[in-house]
């Protein structure tokens, strides 16, 4: 598929009844390994994950070497990939030209409660760049409405939550990331203030299941770095049980 029609097929799967649920990867084996499966509709990268893959802290891996991985992960695999791309890097818009580039068809672009103005701006600026690119880009626009969010009231965030989702997709992103620990009352709020199969959650422990926010009305659901982290668990327990005297187990599928 070309990226236009890789764009749409994604952003019709946030409006799809069923909830997406997108396993987040970070380099080009891990897209592979995840991608091989049938229920793989489509991929996300976690941002996290390619940051620590790289030595860095979560949120300053430099643009240019994210955008290098993010390709390379489109480029290995036939479905639609949708990308972290941090705060876009001070220039929105310039980000989601890059991304769209090398064969991205969506983003997550996190606002961390810069001013609300500021932060429209860019959802505006990357909704603009993508249709002068002529691809309908699926732009899972991020507030930090809970997780940066201090002491204040759940109310507030949940306030601040619907004030900003509403902008943004009035701005034209197809979907608003809240992440956080989302209950049941919470969820149920921001759906009915931002809009039915507008909101997009995170998998972490504490949240619902997927089953659950998709009878809420959510749109998608990602999982951040955790499958990163479940895999370097395995290698760190398969590193214990050799420095034991073990041995590699028989019968691994051939998946790098």
Same mark, same amino acid.
Do not use: E, S, T, Y
């Given at each position: 598929m070309t990226t236009a029609a890789k764009a749409q097929t994604l952003v019709g799967l946030y409006d799809a009844p069923e909830i997406l649920r997108v396993v987040n990867v970070w380099d080009v084996v891990s897209a592979r390994a995840v991608a091989a499966l049938p229920e793989t509709k489509a991929l996300a990268t976690a941002g996290h994950g390619i940051a620590a893959s790289f030595g860095y802290d979560d949120g300053v891996t430099p643009r240019d070497l994210? /955008? *290098?991985m993010v #390709?390379? /992960?489109a480029a290995a695999v036939q479905v639609p990939v949708t990308a972290d791309l941090d705060d876009g890097y001070d *220039?929105? #818009?310039e980000t989601t030209r890059l991304a769209i580039g090398v064969g991205v068809v969506g983003a997550n672009v996190e606002d961390r409660? %810069?001013?609300?103005d500021e932060s429209v701006a860019a959802v505006e600026a990357i909704v %603009? @760049? @993508?249709e002068a690119e002529g691809v309908p880009f699926a732009l899972n626009a991020r507030t930090d409405a809970f997780v940066r969010a201090g002491a204040r009231p759940v109310q507030e965030s949940i306030a601040d939550a619907i004030q900003r989702g509403r902008a943004y997709i009035e701005a034209g992103a197809t979907a608003v990331f809240v992440p956080g620990i989302l209950d049941a009352n919470v969820t149920r709020q921001l759906v009915e203030g931002i809009g039915e199969r507008k909101v997009s959650v995170i998998g972490i422990p504490g949240a619902l299941a997927a089953s659950e926010y998709e009878k809420l #009305?959510? @749109?998608r659901i990602s999982y951040g770095p955790l499958p990163q982290r479940v895999a370097l668990t395995a290698l760190q327990e398969l590193a214990v049980s050799l420095y034991g005297g #073990?041995?590699?187990p028989s019968g691994l599928p051939a998946l790098n």
């Open positions: 994210m /955008i *290098d #390709g390379r /992960i *220039d929105a #818009g409660l %810069k001013p609300f %603009k @760049a @993508a #009305g959510v @749109a #073990g041995v590699v």
